[in-house]
């Protein structure tokens, strides 16, 4: 009966440390939980030590089992077990603590080593003149700038080719502004019209069929993918939209001579403007890229 007064019971020693664990309650209600069966075992050794008719030692086994119990509660409030008190819920209060600062951290240290390589990667690109994507844009931006041309940026959504003539002749062509999607129809109307000339360069797919023997059903599929897909454009579909517009296309790209898709015989009032665009093979990290490049403001 007297080792009552010596600490918490092991019944309210379990019940603690279990309320300590219990993350589903917030730690107020840990927290006042935790009081309200302090305050039980507090009532009880006062009853069971009156009864014993030992009031002095009643006083003070009441004072040390408040002692007890509030250790104990301290540590359920505290939400991760942890204490100052060296009962079992304190020890493993501690243990979660330590395991928590361990991980946390590792976590610092493993930031710490991303952050380390990112610089010297960008150190080493700096050494060596930047990233791949860099040095294109500048080779690009040195053959351009003699010309009065840079490159302007377009959206990298699959109709890059498209959306670079679109700005073209937004910015070139008064009156023939045309968005992407119906350049891309365009297109496909084009090469169609051209598949003799234009079919040869195109790459099917498998389920396109066999140019070699049904040329046009071939084209028809390919232009089907064409329309109604974000199909990547390419060297053919420059050609055909060059000969539908009835404009040169030139094609500017780092360290190779410009090329050139030619739109047809020059009119009664001469060869109207080129249309002036960017291939990339390294401006986006998914593969090849179609700019415009505008004239630079004089």
């Known amino acids: ?33 935790a ?17 014993l008719g030992g009031e002095e030692g009643g006083e003070e086994g009441g004072d040390e089992a408040a002692s007890g119990a509030g250790a104990a509660a301290a540590s359920a409030s505290a939400g991760d077990g942890g204490g100052d008190g060296g009962d079992a819920a304190a020890s493993t209060g501690a243990k979660k603590v330590s395991k928590g600062a361990k991980r946390r951290a590792k976590k610092e240290a493993e930031a710490r080593e991303r952050e380390e390589a990112i610089a010297r990667a960008d150190a080493d690109l700096a050494r060596a003149g930047g990233s791949r994507r860099d040095k294109e844009l500048r ?4 053959a351009l700038s003699p010309l009065g041309l840079a490159v302007v940026g377009v959206p990298a959504d699959g109709s890059c080719l498209f959306h670079a003539l679109s700005d073209q002749l937004e910015a070139a062509v008064a009156g023939e502004a045309r968005d992407a999607a119906s350049l891309r129809e365009l297109a496909a109307a084009s090469i169609a019209e051209r598949a003799a000339s234009i079919g040869p360069f195109l790459p099917f797919e498998a389920a396109d069929g066999d140019f ?3 040329p046009d059903a071939a084209v028809a599929s390919y232009c089907g993918r064409l329309r109604s897909s974000r199909l990547w454009g390419g060297q053919p579909e420059i050609m055909a939209l060059a000969a539908a517009l009835g404009r040169d296309v030139v094609v500017h790209s780092a360290g190779e001579a410009p090329l050139v898709a030619e739109g047809g015989p020059a009119g009664a009032a001469g060869r109207p403007p080129a249309l002036q665009i960017t291939f990339h093979r390294h401006y986006i990290s998914s593969g090849e890229h179609y700019n415009s490049a505008r004239p630079t403001a004089t």
């Not at 309210?12 to 927290?31: E, G, H, M, V, Y």
């Open 35 to 51: 009081d309200r069966l302090q305050s039980g075992m507090e009532e009880r050794h006062a009853r069971e030590l009156l009864e």
């Open 212 to 214: 070699a023997s049904d």
């Open 139 to 142: 080779a690009l931006g040195e």
């Open 1 to 33: 009966m007297f080792g009552l007064a010596s600490g918490p019971s092991q019944a309210l020693q379990k019940d603690i440390t279990a309320l300590s664990k219990n993350k589903k309650l917030s730690k107020a209600d840990r927290k006042a939980e």
